[in-house]
DNA sequence: AGCACGATTAACT
DNA sequence: GTTAATCGTGCTC
């Protein structure tokens, strides 16, 4: 019996509520009827068009369009001319807002994301957001696939409790020219390595 | 161990 | 034309 997909009232909520509540759970990937999966360990919450550091600062392009829809769709797009990122729509359709997965801990599939990602260490295996993308075989053509419905290609599991005092947050990553306050909020959200260990 | 930089494309100004 | 929600390498301390 499979476990549950994590319902789509899950990521139609407050985008930072969301991104802290991702930790622990388990992301899966069906590719070529194999199942990889990890247990998230780092987010980021990017929300509304005052946040200056979401794409959706500039207000609805071609790119951001997906963000303003309907939660629990996958919003992945490329970087520095080499690096696919993944993200997870969230907030009620219309407003934009999306949470992006920064790091994983493998747990299935470790011989497809080893070859991925040959020639690193185990534990630089999915240690950043474009590396699960490598590891998991995700680029711009899931862009839009729906994490809760009935596409089995992505998606979200209940994985494993985290107790909150464990968790800590921060400022956002790589945002170099963005202005306080978004450049310093807490919206980063990371596994303290000691509850790492609990499950390592 | 830590910092600086180049890679390489597309969206946006 | 500029910038970017990053990664890997190579250098220095």
């Known amino acids: 019996m499979a476990a549950p997909r994590l319902p789509r009232s899950f990521f139609a909520r407050d985008t930072v509520e969301v991104a802290r509540d991702l930790l622990g759970k388990r992301i899966v990937r069906e590719y070529d009827g194999l199942r990889i999966s990890g247990i998230i360990l780092e987010t980021e919450a990017y929300r509304g068009e005052e ?73 630089q295996w999915t240690n950043g957001p474009a590396k699960i993308c490598q590891a998991l075989a995700i680029d711009g053509d899931l862009n839009g696939v729906d994490v809760c419905g009935a596409d089995l290609q992505i998606w979200l599991e209940n994985g494993v409790e985290i107790e909150p005092e464990l968790i800590q947050a921060g400022p956002r990553v790589g945002l170099n020219s963005v202005l306080d306050p978004w450049k310093s909020i807490a919206w980063r959200f990371v596994v303290n390595y000691q509850s790492l260990k609990a499950f390592l």
Request: proline share 7%; aromatic share 10%.
């Open 51 to 123: 946040d200056l550091a979401c794409h959706a600062r500039a207000g609805r392009t071609p790119r951001t369009e997906i963000m303003y829809g309907p939660p629990g769709r996958a919003y992945i797009y490329f970087v520095y001319g080499m690096h696919w990122l993944l993200n997870v729509v969230t907030e009620e359709e219309g407003f934009p807002g999306a949470v992006l997965i920064r790091a994983i801990h493998p747990e299935e599939g470790l011989d497809f994301i080893s070859s991925r990602r040959k020639g690193h260490s185990q534990t």
